[in-house]
């Protein structure tokens, strides 16, 4: 063998040996950051509700996923409709990795219609994943006298919500687009919040709550049939669900169609798991590798199976997709959209 051929060979042996520990490396200084640390997953809702369900199991999982296997405390922080916590982990969080966060799936489509509330651009948020899609209902309860839609066309109805989110603007777009009568209220601080206000009869019904959650957490009001689905949220129907009507189906011509498409369209963002913008590379890698792999870990798997909770993952590259489609949706069904939702009584 010549010089020029060893030194050929040399070069590629050098080539293939960077090819290998360059992941092996960058890998390592992941887990070099992550060891010993702690990670806070904020959620944006109280204890209790689908949102800190989903969040602090998979919280209690994805830590031993990430390299270094720092541990994730999860921690509430409401306000706004999530838009507190949104806003904490958009301006004020260390953009290093050590920041996780569960918000409303509602947020992107308010920033799409121009929402003066959204003070961020939620394509810019790192996502991460997306346990569940999932369709969201509206209920009432069952002694409230309202069991379908036309018995909400018929009398006032209250309803229960959270905040400027999929829980008010639901029975908004039901009133501007479908003749009915909800009366929302608006200040809960957390889903579990308005759950109680159904059965103590303060409200007749909660405006938005996956349909997933309903099974995780009142499982005994399904069961008893204690709650009225009116129509369920989404782009098809959950199989378990087949005599509710699509709320996309329901409107009278094709530019209402289109615009209870795009509200129907959060759903597939589920309960959402996301970090700060401007993560490095390799750890945004790492959150969504160890969030992946966390949805394949038969040990969540069961845990979540005891406590019903249904597991149907988007990944962290296709959540960020969705996101940007949402907010980036035609114009017509935005403006639609927009002009119903600005009917909403924000003072309630």
Do not use: C
């Amino acid at each position: 063998m010549n010089f020029r051929t060893q030194s050929g060979a040399a070069a590629m042996g050098l080539m293939g040996a960077l090819a290998l520990s360059g992941p092996t490396l960058a890998q390592q200084a992941v887990a070099d950051f992550y060891k010993s640390k702690t990670i806070e997953y904020f959620v944006g809702f109280t204890v209790g509700g689908g949102y800190d369900l989903y969040a602090r199991t998979i919280a209690r999982h994805i830590g031993k996923h990430i390299p270094g296997n720092p541990n994730v405390v999860p921690k509430n922080m409401i306000g706004a409709g999530s838009r507190v916590a949104a806003n904490y982990v958009y301006s004020i969080a260390a953009k290093d990795g050590l920041t996780l966060a569960t918000a409303d799936q509602s947020i992107p489509l308010e920033q799409s219609l121009g929402d003066v509330g959204i003070t961020f651009d939620s394509r810019k948020f790192t996502w991460i994943g997306n346990p569940v899609v999932d369709n969201n209902v509206l209920a009432t309860w069952y002694t409230s006298g309202i069991a379908t839609l036309d018995d909400a066309r018929k009398r006032e109805v209250a309803i229960g919500a959270t905040g400027f989110n999929t829980s008010a603007q639901y029975p908004q777009v039901a009133n501007s687009l479908l003749g009915a009568k909800f009366k929302i209220i608006m200040g809960y601080p957390g889903g579990a919040e308005v759950n109680l206000a159904m059965e103590n009869g303060e409200v007749a019904g909660r405006g938005s709550n996956s349909w997933a959650s309903y099974k995780a957490t009142k499982p005994e009001w399904i069961r008893d049939k204690k709650m009225h689905i009116l129509f369920q949220i989404g782009l098809k129907k959950a199989s378990d669900l087949p005599d509710v009507p699509l709320l996309m189906d329901l409107g009278a011509n094709e530019a209402d169609r289109a615009a209870l498409k795009l509200v129907s369209a959060p759903p597939s963002i589920g309960r959402p798991v996301f970090s700060t913008p401007d993560l490095p590379p390799e750890r945004t890698k790492a959150l969504r590798d160890a969030f992946d792999k966390t949805m394949k870990d038969p040990v969540f798997l069961e845990e979540a199976k005891k406590i019903n909770l249904d597991i149907d993952p988007v990944s962290g590259e296709e959540l960020q997709k969705i996101v940007a489609d949402i907010i980036d949706a035609p114009e017509p069904a935005k403006e639609r959209l927009r002009s119903v939702l600005a009917l909403i009584d924000r003072s309630r």
